[in-house]
């Protein structure tokens, strides 16, 4: 890293001279003699090549270099200590920001009851959904992008990150009320050959429980795939109008088949059984992000005397 000729005690030079326009009157606010900042003023002009100041009557004003320094001075000692206010408060527990990400789209059906009862508990903890990570959360996690993540047991694993299970549910095909497949209990994996499958086209990659599925039953692939953003719910809306098949959870199909306009059929005779877990970091002791997964393991889809998830 190249050596900076700025440090942070003419940050602090810099913005007091600007806001007070005199040596004098910014020793006042620094508690420093009116010689020590000539001096530190001096020797920053002397490290960039050129003047910072110039004297207009009784005022210091800043050249052109000057103001675009101190500006920046302004913005970095503003973050600076924001960043120690909220250092201060993540030592105690009681602040900061937790990033989050999941690989399922449904997720976000009942993610914001999870957030809602943890605003209540710590009001100063913000948790931002980080959406473009949930292609690798846990390259994400490993790059301190992310703080926690939702995954599939068939998420490739990864040295230093951590996995809690949190339930176990089943991915299932959804068909509209006219579809050949509505009503039925179960269909053998080979009759996903005959289908248009409208879906994350991630979720017939080899790793994953359906890719691993269709291989093992000797099934290529479904008649046509139309890959559709998974959080889009065009997969959804595609089945209900029975122009093919959507994959989801079980627990997001149930309440969708309610109405009886869309039904929920096992794939193959045992099921598909997905395994969802909670990925951080190893080691992360952070109170507010053990209260996090607190709150998951607590508040997800099947946790006893939770209610069904709406309408997606």
């Given at each position: 890293m190249t050596e900076l000729a700025v440090e942070s005690r003419h940050l602090l030079l810099l913005v007091a001279l600007d806001a007070a326009?005199?040596?004098?009157?910014?020793?006042?606010?620094?508690?420093?003699?009116?010689?020590?900042?000539s001096q530190q003023l001096r020797e920053l002009e002397d490290r960039l090549?050129?003047?910072?100041?110039?004297?207009?009557?009784?005022?210091?004003?800043?050249?052109?270099?000057?103001?675009?320094?101190?500006?920046?001075?302004?913005?970095?000692?503003?973050?600076?200590?924001?960043?120690?206010?909220?250092?201060?408060?993540?030592?105690?527990?009681?602040s900061g920001v937790l990033r989050l990400s999941t690989s399922c789209h449904q997720s976000y059906a009942w993610l914001p009851g999870v957030l809602r009862a943890f605003a209540e508990r710590f009001p100063d903890v913000?948790?931002?959904?980080?959406?473009?990570?949930?292609?690798?959360?846990s390259e994400a996690l490993l790059a301190r992008k992310l703080d926690v993540a939702l995954v599939t047991g068939d998420t490739p694993r990864a040295r230093g990150l951590a996995y809690q299970r949190l339930f176990r549910d089943e991915l299932v095909a959804l068909v509209g009320s006219e579809h050949p497949l509505f009503g039925r209990a179960w269909v053998p994996l080979e009759a996903l050959a005959h289908e248009h499958l409208w879906s994350d086209a991630?979720?017939?990659?080899?790793?994953?429980?359906?890719?691993?599925?269709?291989?093992?039953?000797?099934?290529a692939?479904?008649?046509?795939?139309?890959?559709?953003?998974?959080?889009?719910g065009v997969a959804v809306e595609m089945a209900r109008a029975n122009l093919g098949i959507a994959l989801v959870p079980r627990w997001a199909a149930?309440?969708?088949?309610?109405?009886?306009?869309?039904?929920?059929?096992r794939l193959g005779k045992r099921g598909l059984a997905l395994e969802w877990q909670i990925a951080t970091r190893v080691g992360e002791a952070d109170p507010a992000l053990s209260a996090f997964v607190d709150s998951l393991v607590a508040d997800h889809p099947r946790a006893p005397g939770r209610k069904p998830a709406g309408r997606l």
């Amino acid at each position: 890293m190249t050596e900076l000729a700025v440090e942070s005690r003419h940050l602090l030079l810099l913005v007091a001279l600007d806001a007070a326009g005199s040596l004098h009157a910014a020793s006042r606010k620094l508690h420093v003699s009116p010689s020590a900042l000539s001096q530190q003023l001096r020797e920053l002009e002397d490290r960039l090549g050129g003047p910072l100041f110039l004297r207009q009557w009784r005022r210091l004003v800043a050249t052109a270099t000057g103001r675009r320094l101190t500006d920046a001075a302004r913005a970095a000692l503003a973050d600076l200590s924001r960043a120690e206010s909220e250092a201060r408060r993540l030592m105690s527990g009681t602040s900061g920001v937790l990033r989050l990400s999941t690989s399922c789209h449904q997720s976000y059906a009942w993610l914001p009851g999870v957030l809602r009862a943890f605003a209540e508990r710590f009001p100063d903890v913000e948790v931002t959904v980080v959406a473009d990570s949930a292609d690798a959360p846990s390259e994400a996690l490993l790059a301190r992008k992310l703080d926690v993540a939702l995954v599939t047991g068939d998420t490739p694993r990864a040295r230093g990150l951590a996995y809690q299970r949190l339930f176990r549910d089943e991915l299932v095909a959804l068909v509209g009320s006219e579809h050949p497949l509505f009503g039925r209990a179960w269909v053998p994996l080979e009759a996903l050959a005959h289908e248009h499958l409208w879906s994350d086209a991630r979720a017939l990659e080899p790793h994953t429980v359906l890719g691993r599925a269709l291989a093992l039953a000797g099934v290529a692939g479904p008649r046509k795939l139309t890959p559709v953003p998974p959080a889009s719910g065009v997969a959804v809306e595609m089945a209900r109008a029975n122009l093919g098949i959507a994959l989801v959870p079980r627990w997001a199909a149930t309440p969708l088949a309610a109405s009886g306009a869309l039904g929920a059929v096992r794939l193959g005779k045992r099921g598909l059984a997905l395994e969802w877990q909670i990925a951080t970091r190893v080691g992360e002791a952070d109170p507010a992000l053990s209260a996090f997964v607190d709150s998951l393991v607590a508040d997800h889809p099947r946790a006893p005397g939770r209610k069904p998830a709406g309408r997606l």
